[in-house]
């Protein structure tokens, strides 16, 4: 009897002891916890906010908020649409850019170009006219895009000089086609949704002031009339190499702007 109750008395004892040894073990993980600034998921969001508000002061202080661009380029074209135009340059172009942040901008604009059509023959879409003569044509096309300056931060002093930027555009292509050597005939219109995609460098005049900026881009474009098969010869001509079975093609601009940038 007297066995049993020493060994329930012990086990009472060691069931205390490891109750203190255990509390004493979770008041030690609080101390630390809280000398340790609490919830690390709290001190995880501070930190992200901190970062963020350090980066914004550092944006309103050197950074650009908005520009104005103006300047002139070429307009060309490519396959059957490029083998029938000349291309009246110079290309006129005015936008505004928004800046984000350092990196990022959304930019509105227009750009407007001439070019000339010259067919010299009877085509399907003119019959009873030997010689359709030049056609004159003008483009205006109103854009929205959004531009994205590469960090060059660990790059050469030339390329972050340059500023270089990736650019894509969302457009629509309003045409005006005019028989400037029939002047019966009905001059045509129409528009199209296009896009564009490039790639541009900024040289700096004065910074957060002004800037040369250099743009090309390649754009595909849904022209009302590029399939049309009016232009195609209606009699071979031997004497003329006029006529085109249709106007399919894409456009290569370059632009050159000099920005006011504030």
Do not use: C
Not at 167 to 180: A, S
């Amino acid at each position: 009897m007297l066995t049993r109750l020493t060994l329930l008395l012990a086990l009472l004892f060691s069931f205390k002891g490891f109750a203190q040894s255990n509390d004493q073990v979770m008041q030690e993980l609080e101390d630390d916890s809280s000398m340790q600034g609490g919830d690390i998921f709290s001190d995880f969001n501070e930190d992200i906010e901190s970062t963020q508000v350090l980066e914004d002061e550092r944006f309103y202080r050197y950074g650009r908020f908005f520009s104005v661009n103006l300047g002139g380029g070429i307009t060309t074209f490519t396959g059957n649409r490029g083998q029938a135009y000349d291309d009246n340059h110079p290309t006129f172009h005015l936008s505004v850019n928004y800046f984000l942040d350092f990196q990022k901008a959304i930019l509105l604009g227009v750009e407007y170009s001439k070019h000339t059509m010259v067919l010299d023959t009877e085509t399907h879409g003119y019959t009873g006219k030997n010689n359709v003569g030049a056609v004159l044509t003008d483009m205006t096309r109103l854009f929205v895009g959004y531009k994205y300056y590469v960090d060059t931060t660990d790059l050469g002093t030339a390329i972050t000089y340059s500023n270089p930027y990736l650019v894509g555009r969302v457009e629509y292509w309003y045409q005006t086609n005019k028989f400037i050597d029939q002047p019966t005939f009905e001059t045509l219109k129409g528009g199209g949704i296009g896009s564009g995609v490039g790639f541009g460098f900024e040289f700096p005049v004065e910074l957060k002031a002004s800037y040369v900026d250099v743009e090309f881009l390649y754009h595909v474009v849904n022209f009302f009339d590029k399939y049309t098969q009016d232009y195609a010869q209606e009699r071979k001509n031997p004497k003329s190499t006029y006529g085109y079975n249709d106007l399919s093609g894409n456009v290569i601009t370059v632009i050159v702007t000099y920005n006011f940038t504030w």
